[in-house]
């Protein structure tokens, strides 16, 4: 366990150093830190924030991807499948529309208002349906995806933009105080959630064998609800709704490690980091000086991945 | 010395009225029909449905009032069978039940052994590394047996244990079961009347919701009850069917 966590965390260093030094014009890190133009901006402020952004982005949607999968029991439950990236791109969309500063919070909204939506429409007694859940969550998107078009088409000329760039799910610059806020947040609400990580691996198996177990599932699925909306609903106000990043890596990384969340979580963190950096560093490269939406690259990879995982001999055990 | 006692016990529409009183040790069977109330009842037992009416307490406290993991010390539910969606080993999903003795994130030596003991008592210990998922039912119930008793319990709560069991599988589970009778509470829920007859120390029949009949099997299990509340004309042979492993 120990030894993953530490290599996931090498991993993640590497390709942290690596990834601002990569892209359309070779820079050079020694020119870059001592303040010499036009290295310094593009290594500080061109490049650096955005693999921060990628970063914290990547890590709060793998940590939430785990959630969303332990807490419904749902192998294909995650941020995006469930429409909850959707309701948080519909409140940033309508922020920008109202010329709204509190994007974040509109997201965050959105994203709890989809979640209880979802969460309502699949309850089933004492059980969830996983049909019902996956088939909610689509009809959610679709429903923000109409919303999203018609406020486009209301919006004016720079509304209009700012939204379709922010919509192909983006990670352009950020201010630093704005990801020191995410920072706070990303990081603060992660490690609350891995400090149960033992209790999330009762509730992975069914709420009665948590809690005959003596754990609180109550509170901890409530405590899971609201992490997974304020990580999702806060990094896709920042980035846009970028798509199965919460499918990929938590899978991979239980064909790896197994189930244990005391493994899974902070690799997931740290992995899914990672990934979203690389992503990143490969959308503004393949085609450089042209630069692919993340959000395309994350579901290029990760839409065959989910018809695999759907399809795969493993159906049985899964689904 | 008595563990459970109920007292006006009732839940929504599924328990009305139950009383009984259970002793510290001893296989006590619960049977009945369809929609009697045997899992509900079970389910109040063991802490997980509330608020229900009346009274039920353990250990001279109500059950709604006990701390959840001091109870979870004392009691432990097995439910009819566990759907595994993701990989977890044999050995994790025994190890789960020492979580109401965990102080932190880590195992301790004192679980490790406790597990190992459960899984030797269980005759679970050759596949402690494998994946949950891929046992056979009969494993899988074993498994769930060992995570539910390292968590050393007093009383043992089981929801239809042999329902998904083979004969052979069946007889050696009932005869694990009347072993760990001697020492804690034993409390099954069962459709098998010759397994109730057979193994328990005391047969308790629900219908709609009440109790019909609660007494040494030999006695409550007649066929005028049986008659009565199965709606089948049962036959008392001098000799029961016996299988034997």
Known sequence: MKRSVLSSAALLAIVVIVAPLLGSSHIELGRAFAGRSPDHEIFFYARLPRVILALLGGAALSVTGVLFQCMLRDPLAEPYTLGVSSGASVGAVIAICLGWRATGLASLVGAALVLLIVLGMAVEGRRLSSFTLLLTGVTMNSMAFAVILFLHNLASFSQSFAISRWLMGGLDAVEYSTLAGLAVVVVAASALVMAYAPHWNLLAVGDDWAASRGVSTVRLTALGYIAGSVLTGLVTSLTGPIGFVGLIVPHALRLKLGADHRALLPCAFLLGGAFLVACDTLSRTVIAPTEIPVGVLTALCGGPFFLWLLKSRRRSLWL | ?245
């Open chain 2, 1 to 245: 010395m008595t563990s459970f006692i109920a007292r006006q016990l009732g839940f929504a529409y599924g328990l009305h009225d139950a009383r009984f009183e259970f002793p510290r040790s001893g296989l006590i069977t619960i049977t009945g029909p369809n929609g009697a109330g045997k899992s509900t009842l079970l389910g109040i037992l063991a802490g997980l449905r509330s608020p229900y009416h009346g009274s039920c307490t353990f250990g001279g406290k109500e059950v709604r009032h006990w701390p959840k993991r001091e109870f979870a010390r004392k009691v432990a539910f097995l439910p009819q069978s566990v759907r595994m969606e993701f990989p977890f080993t044999v050995e994790e999903v025994v190890l789960m039940g020492r979580t109401p003795y965990a102080s932190g994130w880590f195992q301790t030596a004192e679980d490790r052994s406790a597990a190992e003991e459960a899984m030797t008592t269980t005759d679970t210990l050759t596949f402690r590394g494998r994946d949950f998922r891929t046992l056979s039912g009969g494993e899988a119930q074993r498994v769930i047996l060992a995570s539910a008793l390292t968590q050393r319990p007093e009383a043992l709560l089981l929801d239809e244990p042999a329902t998904h069991l083979d004969l052979r599988h069946q007889l050696s589970l009932y005869r694990l079961l009347v072993e760990l009778a001697k020492s804690l509470l034993v409390v099954a829920v069962t459709h098998d009347l010759n397994l109730a007859l057979r193994f328990s120390d005391r047969v308790m029949v629900l219908e709609d919701g009440r109790v019909a009949a609660d007494g040494p099997p030999a006695e409550v299990l007649n066929p005028a009850l049986i008659a009565r509340v199965f709606e089948v004309q049962a036959t008392v042979h001098a000799r029961w069917l016996t299988y034997e492993a």
